[in-house]
């Protein structure tokens, strides 16, 4: 049954900045990002730097959420860039961030700007992406807000993969598995051609490893590949 009522048509208009429009989503967006998580903690995090007479000598934005931080922006005054506050922005916002629970951070520099700097203060390449005006790159970086515990275990393994659609397959489903020996991937990436895939995993323990390895669920997805089995190099790695 019809109520004989038309809705008007919705219109698309496009335009430039639109702060009701990014709060809205921005409010959607968290919401469903905690009911698909469980995590409901996002928060805000900065740090300002004044000088005597309240002016703005630096300052850092950014934020925490489910165990996690970022940074957006870190940015100081051009007559106190020798002054060490870069650094300070980034202890501080550090410090902070692990206050709040985060075992993890992570930002982002174009090239031009500051990769080294934070390489410095010991944040480590997790991609880049390219085609930036001036042939500049933009780098993505990682550092962990932890010290790993003694026995922790943290590999780099280079997999062939035979029959690429099978192996790939077998792939998704035995790392799905770390979680139930105290294990973590902490990236996963693949060759243009789908044959060769590079995984970096961190487990709690050595044990931790041998009991995946032993895992009656991946061994019997091995076994059912037979020859297309991947094959593996398994390095042991630390960050430098």
Request: with cysteine; charged share 30%.
């Amino acid at each position: 049954m019809t109520t004989g009522i038309e809705r008007p048509a919705p219109t698309l208009r496009v335009g430039g900045e639109d702060s009701e429009l990014a709060a809205r989503i921005d409010r959607e967006l968290t919401a469903f990002n905690n009911a698909a998580t469980g995590a409901d903690d996002e928060a805000g995090l900065s740090v300002r730097v004044t000088d005597g007479d309240g002016e703005l000598v630096a300052g850092l934005t950014g934020w925490t959420w489910g165990g996690r931080a970022g940074i957006d922006t870190v940015w100081v005054r051009a007559d106190r860039r020798r002054d060490g506050w870069g650094g300070r922005l980034l202890r501080a916002a550090e410090e902070e961030a692990r206050r709040r629970g985060c075992t993890e951070i992570s930002v982002s520099s174009f090239s031009f700007q500051a990769p080294d700097f934070y390489r410095r203060h010991g944040y480590t390449d997790t991609g880049i992406r390219d085609g930036i005006p001036g042939g500049h790159v933009d780098h993505h970086l990682w550092k962990s807000l932890v010290a790993d515990p003694a026995g922790t275990v943290r590999l780099a393994v280079l997999v062939e993969l035979p029959d690429v659609e099978a192996g790939q397959r077998y792939e998704d489903a035995v790392l799905a598995l770390l979680g139930r020996h105290g294990g973590r991937l902490e990236r996963r990436l693949r060759t243009d051609d789908g044959r060769t895939e590079v995984h970096v995993i961190r487990f709690a323990t050595p044990e931790g490893q041998e009991s995946f390895l032993a895992d009656p669920e991946r061994v019997a997805l091995r076994a059912a590949l037979g020859d297309a089995a991947p094959v593996s190099q398994v390095l042991p790695v630390h960050d430098v």
